[in-house]
């Protein structure tokens, strides 16, 4: 018995790597710091974090307007995210035609135009236009010296527009993308969040050509999670199609509710730019891994992958974890519900965010700690990109 492995998050590419690593001199090149603000930076580092995490509820809408939180947010948070965008931007379908439309809703310093150009250099020949969205006009101003010192002479065209998700925009979307804007947006008010999330997913499917599709990226916190969770359930009700990462219509297994787990992937950090990993020690800010949570949503009608007759498919979402009994478990989601993966003997555990094709079992014992079914995998895989797999 065999299955077949898609990964979500393949390892970044040799060029990819390089890119990244060159990325400091991206930086240097466009928006050069002061020797009394280089020597300040893992400060102003550690205190937009603080701001970002602890203190979220008094920060300031326009703090990207300081200079000293935009040098922060530019040379560690915007690097921090170039790498988990390009690994999940690596192994997602974006197929955009010539003269086609990304528009991106909380722009900022253009982080998903850039961590576009250096994942998919499939892209870069094509004639595309950038509608980057944000309230707060200088991040993007910096975005676009920072993609034309990455890009150089580039086919893709930009345009900054200062508003919101309810801004009036003319494009409309073959590609809308949120990066780590829907989770400050949807906390801070009064509004039930499936209401929230009813009224901000019309907003968002209005914006779209007749083939778009959006993609919304956030950090891999519970919050955003069950956030991501009750906007799926709103666009499976109008009919949308789920390309990713879910890979059924049912219920949400891990929707981050009244103390349930939540759908988020966690992916190592030691492919990150070496540049980057000292900084974030020098600012006692180091990562062993990074996090993420995502929703990719196609219009209706959109043909999504289905399983063969008699197969069941099966989306890693945790790391593998030791079990009792020997081997390694591993929890993923699957229409069957939450499930717990089994690798025994020559199994081996699947690297989080793997699309599993497998033939369904006739019987699923349940996990009584979790509820999870349980599904052992065989010992021969079929994968497709074999760098992914762990012992």
């Known amino acids: 018995m065999s299955i077949r492995v898609t990964s979500l998050f393949p390892l970044p590419q040799e060029k990819l790597t390089k890119k990244l690593e060159n990325y400091l001199n991206i930086l240097d090149i466009a928006s050069p710091l002061h020797p ?5 930076l893992p400060y102003a580092i550690r205190d937009l974090s603080n701001m970002l995490t602890e203190e979220r509820s008094n920060m300031p809408k326009d703090y990207m307007s300081e200079p000293r939180s935009l040098n922060a947010y530019m040379r560690y948070f915007l690097p921090w995210n170039l790498y988990r965008m ?6 997602l379908e974006i197929n955009l035609p010539d003269g086609g439309v990304v528009i991106d809703l909380g722009a900022g310093p253009l982080t998903v135009a850039q961590a576009l150009w250096i994942a998919r250099p499939d892209l870069r020949e094509k004639k595309l236009t950038f509608v980057n969205v944000d309230r707060t006009p200088k991040p993007m101003r910096e975005g676009v010296k920072l993609f034309e010192a990455l890009a150089g002479n580039s086919k893709w065209r930009h345009v900054n527009v200062k508003g919101g998700p309810s801004s009036k925009i003319r494009e409309k979307a073959d590609l809308l993308v949120t990066a780590n804007m829907v989770n400050e947006a949807s906390s801070g008010n009064r509004t039930p969040l499936p209401v929230w999330a009813s009224k901000f997913c019309q907003q968002l499917s209005r914006m779209l050509a007749p083939n778009g599709k959006i993609l919304i990226i956030e950090p891999g916190i519970r919050r955003s999670g069950r956030v991501l969770s009750v906007m799926r359930n709103e666009f499976i009700e109008h009919g949308c199609s789920i390309l990713a990462p879910c890979p059924h219509h049912e219920e949400c297994p891990l929707s981050g509710d ?12 030691e492919h990150a730019p070496m540049w980057l990993q000292k900084l974030s020690t020098r600012c006692r800010l180091e990562k ?3 996090s993420m949570s995502f929703l ?16 069941m498919l099966i989306r890693t979402i945790s790391d593998s974890f030791r079990i009792d009994d020997g081997g390694f478990g591993q929890y993923a989601c699957a229409a069957q519900g939450l499930i717990m993966l089994l ?15 497998m033939p369904r079992p006739e019987e699923m014992a349940e996990d009584m700690k979790s509820g999870a079914k349980i599904v052992e995998l065989p010992t021969r895989l079929v994968h497709k990109d074999k760098g992914q797999n762990k012992d």
């Open 86 to 91: 390009t690994r999940l931007f690596q192994g």
């Open 258 to 269: 009244q103390g349930k787990s939540w759908c988020h992937f966690n992916f190592d950090s």
């Open 288 to 290: 062993n891994n990074v």
């Open 296 to 311: 990719y949503v196609a219009q209706p009608g959109t043909p999504v992958t289905e399983p063969r007759e008699g197969e």
């Open 343 to 357: 690798a025994k003997g020559g199994a081996r555990s699947i690297f989080p965010g793997g699309l599993i094709g």
């Open 36 to 40: 009394k603000h280089k020597a300040e």
